[in-house]
């Protein structure tokens, strides 16, 4: 042991300063510490800028109705094209996996409502161009409920609804 601890001093001390085990461990703790902070500074900073774009509105809408309305100004044709993917029966409604893919061109945006929440939009992406239209995500689901998918696709709205049966609630139940 004495032989790699003076091994590393004098690595690390180059012929100057001796440095101790302890002052090496110090400062990498400290630039490990600074690393963490300009990581937290980042996500803050990217937070803030994606705010202005955020549709506050249609999230606190009630209804799935209400909600499209909101975030898109009109409603949605069924659709073939949209493929969305859920569990029939979900044993936890905290936890519900779902994902939506679709074949359409020029997609802009997807949409994840659930019917019967207390706020019925549960995600809204926004696709950029040249992107794979497919998302993933786990609900929280109150109750047994239908989950419908939405894609904006060059400016018209398209729609795939399923029922998901939740046997133990995830929002308060």
């Not at 101790?20 to 803050?44: H, K, W």
């Not at 779902?98 to 994840?112: F, G």
């Given at each position: 042991?004495?032989?790699?601890?003076?091994?590393?001093?004098?690595?690390?001390?180059?012929?100057?300063?001796?440095?101790?085990?302890?002052?090496?461990?110090?400062?990498?703790?400290?630039a490990a510490?600074?690393?963490?902070?300009?990581?937290?500074?980042?996500?803050?900073?990217?937070?803030?800028?994606?705010?202005?774009?955020?549709?506050?509105?249609?999230?606190k809408q009630?209804?799935?109705?209400?909600?499209?309305?909101?975030?898109?100004?009109?409603?949605?044709e069924v659709?073939?094209?949209?493929?969305?993917?859920?569990?029939?029966?979900?044993?936890?409604?905290?936890?519900?996996?779902?994902?939506?893919?679709?074949?359409?061109?020029?997609?802009?945006?997807?949409?994840?409502?659930?019917?019967?929440?207390?706020?019925?939009?549960?995600?809204?992406?926004?696709?950029?161009?040249?992107?794979?239209?497919?998302?993933?995500?786990?609900?929280?689901?109150?109750?047994?409920?239908?989950?419908?998918?939405?894609?904006?696709?060059?400016?018209?709205?398209?729609?795939?609804?399923?029922?998901?049966?939740?046997?133990?609630?995830?929002?308060?139940?």
């Amino acid at each position: 042991m004495s032989t790699l601890r003076s091994s590393l001093t004098r690595t690390l001390s180059g012929g100057g300063a001796r440095a101790s085990r302890r002052t090496v461990l110090r400062g990498a703790a400290l630039a490990a510490l600074f690393g963490i902070g300009l990581n937290a500074m980042r996500a803050v900073a990217a937070f803030a800028a994606n705010a202005a774009g955020w549709p506050a509105d249609a999230f606190k809408q009630k209804s799935d109705a209400d909600a499209l309305k909101s975030l898109y100004g009109k409603a949605a044709e069924v659709s073939d094209k949209v493929k969305l993917e859920a569990p029939e029966i979900a044993e936890n409604g905290a936890v519900v996996p779902i994902s939506v893919s679709t074949s359409l061109p020029n997609v802009t945006s997807i949409a994840i409502l659930v019917a019967e929440n207390p706020n019925a939009l549960a995600a809204s992406y926004r696709i950029p161009e040249g992107t794979t239209p497919a998302v993933s995500n786990r609900l929280k689901m109150a109750k047994t409920s239908n989950v419908i998918a939405v894609v904006e696709s060059g400016g018209k709205l398209f729609s795939a609804t399923k029922e998901v049966k939740v046997t133990v609630g995830g929002c308060g139940g």
